[in-house]
């Protein structure tokens, strides 16, 4: 007995006989033959389903489906827990979390949408001092505006860096830190369009306004101490506190300073 299988690289239907389908598979896609649901060499299913507005379907709920069962449970572990959060991606257990990098870029990306709709929508300017604002403060928030994820990758390069040197090495590499602060970023992000809500959608503050970054600086330094000490305390280092605070103040003030006033100076070296 023969059963006609689609193949989307052949001119042709391959034939295969039904014994062979049901005992072994041929991926589709790199041609390995194999025994299971997927295959062993590229991941790809035994079976794929022509190209229909059901499988289109299929594809978009489990995408949903599949973010809210990483995504959305990382952002909380990183939250309520971040410390063995932490341990737990560097000590191999990472299935159940979103990836570093996409998990940063996902929030970044959410914070510009949602920071830059309640900015444009209620008319925030940027307000750096209580006088009136200069030319160049215009022109650096909407520099800021345009790139800031351009701004803020350094920047996570940086507080690892900080981390690494004063409380991680020679215990951690440098890139399992920078992975972990790529989680606490993305993190403090969520914090930050939360923050963005309730501020500037719900009380109507400027949250371009000087008070509101002092008040983010705060924010950052809570999250950033709560990070550090959940993460570090587990690894029982010499003169723990000082360094703990130490660090969470440089990156704190460090990252505040960078986003309010390098694209400032910018304009003013450019102009």
Request: hydrophobic fraction near 50%.
């Amino acid at each position: 007995m023969k059963l006609e299988i689609f193949r989307m690289n052949d001119e042709r239907p391959v034939e295969l006989s039904l014994r062979k389908l049901f005992y072994l598979n041929t991926c589709l896609n790199c041609d390995t033959e194999f025994s299971g649901k997927y295959c062993p060499v590229c991941g790809q299913k035994a079976h794929v389903n022509r190209l229909t507005a059901k499988v289109l379907l299929d594809e978009i709920i489990h995408f949903f489906t599949h973010v809210e069962d990483t995504f959305f449970k990382t952002t909380l572990y990183f939250i309520i827990k971040p410390g063995s959060t932490s341990f737990n991606y560097i000590a191999g257990k990472r299935k159940r979390y979103q990836k570093p990098v996409s998990y940063f870029l996902i929030w970044t990306g959410v914070y510009i949408l949602l920071h830059n709709f309640i900015l444009s929508y209620h008319h925030y300017e940027l307000v750096l001092q209580q006088t009136g604002q200069t030319p160049q403060q215009d022109a650096a928030n909407i520099l800021l505006r345009k790139h800031f994820t351009i701004i803020i990758l350094p920047l996570m390069v940086l507080s690892a860096l900080i981390i690494w040197l004063v409380l991680a090495r020679p215990r951690f590499y440098f890139f399992e830190i920078l992975t972990i602060v790529l989680y606490g970023g993305g993190t403090y992000f969520v914090l930050s369009a939360v923050s963005d809500i309730v501020l500037g959608v719900i009380f109507k503050i400027n949250i371009n306004h000087y008070a509101v970054f002092f008040w983010q600086m705060i924010l950052s330094g809570i999250y950033n101490l709560w990070f550090t000490y959940d993460f570090f305390s587990r690894a029982k280092i010499r003169w723990f506190w000082p360094r703990l605070i130490f660090v969470a103040l440089l990156i704190t003030f460090t990252g505040n300073t960078i986003m309010l006033y390098l694209p400032l100076a910018w304009i003013y070296l450019t102009t």
